[in-house]
């Protein structure tokens, strides 16, 4: 039988059940505050106002088409009425179709990307147009940044039994597949040269592991490809082995080496959606089952040793349904993002240096309070996809 990843968790962990539960409520309830009507759009982020006596408020600033359709991707697994509070009354199907519409104003490769995602995901009958628009801003032989061309792959993969996009498909995977140190299992920032600067070309983030992985996990299951599939669980595997003692998924690695650069900041979302989310299509296509780790990573919501007291308390919950967000990360408060500057440097000529004083000048302690639409949408794509086998 077939069981979604939620149901799978109550097994596996009932406490941890709860916890994403909750997590999943807050998703829902905090959404709609981050919608704006008007513009039909979500906002970028909502940002927390702290005084000594606690959070008195929240703000939004800015918009995002990009958040905006991610949040449709997870979504659109909730019943059709639990849709609507979300989008201004809107189902997610026709939420999509606004997106599809604003696509001949998108220049992004990346919102093209996941609008065309959403569009093959709800079936939208102008997807034509919406892969149209995502040729046009894909240029042929151009380096992209790593996650955007992983974006590029998991839509024509979606899309791939509706359209006819194989030629597409097959280019769009060569060039995750080529991005890759010659021999390693981690990606870059970049699928090619001249985006990153030289001296920080090796260094690349959790999300340039996260979404090829994703991507070629979700290629699969769309059609048996085992090199994507064996990419994908080499990427997971390396991952996994340098997680954090309290679960953390950290930031930064070393693309050559595949070694970790600098482990700051701790995103939640990384936590509680993005690692879940590509590790279980992972699993869902064939691939090894990492869920211990999932488990693990889940529970440093509430259990965040960077910020906890002798008795494991934390001395500021992650996660606060009063105002409908889960905090951003926690990371060191230094200056001008010094130290993963320093590493950034020092680890392209002596990828093992550590610089270890720098640990001990600035610890992570300092919470960022921001939570941006995004995280709820990978929230529910991640805990309510599935099913798995």
């Known amino acids: 039988m077939n069981t979604t990843r939620l149901e799978a968790l109550a097994h596996e962990d009932p406490s941890l059940h709860a916890l994403a539960e909750r997590l999943l409520a807050l998703a829902e309830a905090g959404l709609p505050g981050m919608y704006l009507p008007d513009a039909d759009t979500f906002v970028f982020t909502r940002v927390g106002t702290v005084t000594s006596d606690g959070v008195r408020r929240t703000e939004s600033r800015g918009t995002s088409t990009r958040y905006a359709a991610i949040t449709a991707l997870g979504a659109r697994f909730l019943p059709e009425d639990r849709q609507r509070p979300l989008f201004g009354g809107h189902t997610v199907e026709e939420y999509t179709g606004l997106l599809v519409e604003q696509l001949p104003a998108v220049t992004n490769l990346g919102d093209a990307a996941l609008i065309a995602w959403a569009a093959a995901e709800t079936g939208h009958p102008k997807l034509a147009d919406a892969l149209a628009r995502l040729a046009a801003l894909d240029v042929p032989e151009r380096p992209q940044y790593t996650v955007e061309a992983a974006w590029v792959l998991s839509a024509l993969a979606a899309a791939r039994t509706a359209v006819d996009v194989e030629d597409r498909l097959a280019a769009a995977r060569d060039r995750l597949l080529a991005a890759r140190a010659e021999g390693g299992p981690l990606f870059p920032h970049a699928t090619g040269p001249g985006l990153v600067p030289g001296y920080r070309s090796h260094v690349a983030c959790f999300a340039d592991q996260t979404y090829p992985l994703q ?143 720098l640990d001990r000048m600035f610890r992570p302690v300092v919470i960022d309070r921001e939570c941006r639409p995004y995280e709820f949408g990978w929230l529910l794509h991640a805990w309510l996809g599935g099913p798995r086998r």
């Open 215 to 357: 991507a070629l996990a979700r290629l699969h299951a769309s059609g048996s490809d085992p090199e994507a599939l064996a990419a994908a669980d080499a990427c997971a595997a390396r991952i996994c082995a340098l997680q954090g003692d309290g679960g953390q998924w950290w930031w930064h690695y070393d693309a050559r080496t595949g070694g970790v650069v600098e482990g700051y900041p701790v995103y939640s979302v990384h936590q509680h959606a993005m690692a879940p989310t590509a590790l279980f299509d992972l699993a869902d296509a064939g691939g090894t089952d990492f869920g211990a780790a999932v488990r693990r990573g889940l529970r440093w919501m509430t259990d965040v040793p960077e910020i906890s007291g002798p008795d494991g308390t934390p001395r500021e919950p992650m996660i606060l349904e009063k105002y409908g967000v889960t905090w951003r990360k926690v990371y060191r408060g230094d200056p001008a993002k010094a130290v993963r500057a320093a590493r950034g440097l020092t680890t392209k000529v002596a990828p093992q240096a550590r610089l270890a004083p």
